[in-house]
């Protein structure tokens, strides 16, 4: 006896397609928070850059190009990118000393590191100035130099680059270099090849947080630098000196400079991070 024919397998509906769709409550949150935004970053810097122009383009360039404001901005860029360059080695060393070594002190040290962080960074220019002063119980004078602000700058910016880079090297697998040691791998060779590309980013991430800090500091350097003008003055001093003299118009042209070169440096930075992430 023929078995009867057995059925068609039935035919399997495709499960509906959900489109994503967007959250109601999105545009809400993107209103706000650009209005925050603009509050807060936008329309403060507009008007700095509109204050700057009120004089011209010629007023703008008279007034960044004098010998006080030149010299103020040379020694303040220059001084914040030593800054953040001496960051960028010393941070990254601090920060594999913190979690690849054990010494007595080290849950001590750790937290000191954060202190620029809560300390009014006037109490830090209070503190170089007695440690670093005229009468320095150290023996080292280093207020009214040059180098005494590169101090004062270096004291307020040194949790950016150890901050960034440490979580990194806690989440970074040690079986990887183990790995890389029994094929044969010296310690520099496994540090250029694994560690290294794996920190790339968050030491540039650090050090665009420190030049940055370090061309806005105020506090810290007002007293250690003596403001002479023409020698230890930074910008941060000099726009402050202006408003007071009652030329906002110089102030703000001054604080234009700072601002675009912060954004340069911030957007190219940003640029090398993400060509590192890519590459790596």
Not at 10 to 36: C, D, F, M, N, Q
Not at 151 to 170: G, K, S
Request: hydrophobic share 50%; aromatic share 8%; net charge positive.
């Amino acid at each position: 006896m023929l078995s009867p024919p057995e059925p068609a397998p039935a035919a399997t509906s495709r499960p509906p397609v959900h489109r994503k769709r967007r959250r109601p409550s999105t545009a809400i949150e993107l209103g706000l928070a650009t209005l925050y935004l603009s509050f807060l970053v936008f329309i403060p810097l507009g008007a700095v850059v509109w204050q700057s122009t009120q004089n011209g383009w010629s007023g703008f360039w008279e007034d960044i190009s004098s010998p006080e404001a030149a010299s103020t901005l040379k020694l303040t860029i220059v001084a914040s990118f030593v800054v953040a360059i001496i960051n960028a080695f010393m941070g990254t060393l601090i920060a594999w000393v913190l979690v690849r070594d054990s010494f007595p002190g080290k849950r001590i040290i750790d937290t000191i590191i954060d202190l620029p962080f809560a300390l009014p960074t006037i109490v830090a220019g209070l503190v170089l100035v007695t440690l670093y002063g005229p009468q320095s119980p150290l023996h080292v004078t280093l207020a009214y130099t040059q180098p005494g602000v590169v101090a004062a700058l270096l004291f307020v910016t040194l949790p950016f680059v150890v901050r960034t880079v440490q979580p990194v090297l806690l989440e970074l697998d040690q079986e990887m270099e183990a790995a890389a040691a029994s094929l044969g791998a010296g310690r520099f060779t496994i540090f250029r090849r694994i560690i290294l590309p794996n920190l790339v980013p968050a030491i540039l991430a650090g050090t665009a947080l420190s030049f940055a800090r370090a061309l806005s500091e105020y506090g810290a350097t007002v007293l250690i630098s003596g403001n002479l003008p023409f020698k230890t003055q930074v910008a941060s001093v000099q726009i402050f000196s202006q408003i007071q003299n009652d030329n906002t118009t110089g102030a703000a042209a001054v604080s234009t400079v700072l601002l675009v070169v912060s954004l340069l440096v911030l957007v190219g930075l940003g640029m090398i991070q993400r060509w590192s992430v890519r590459r790596g």
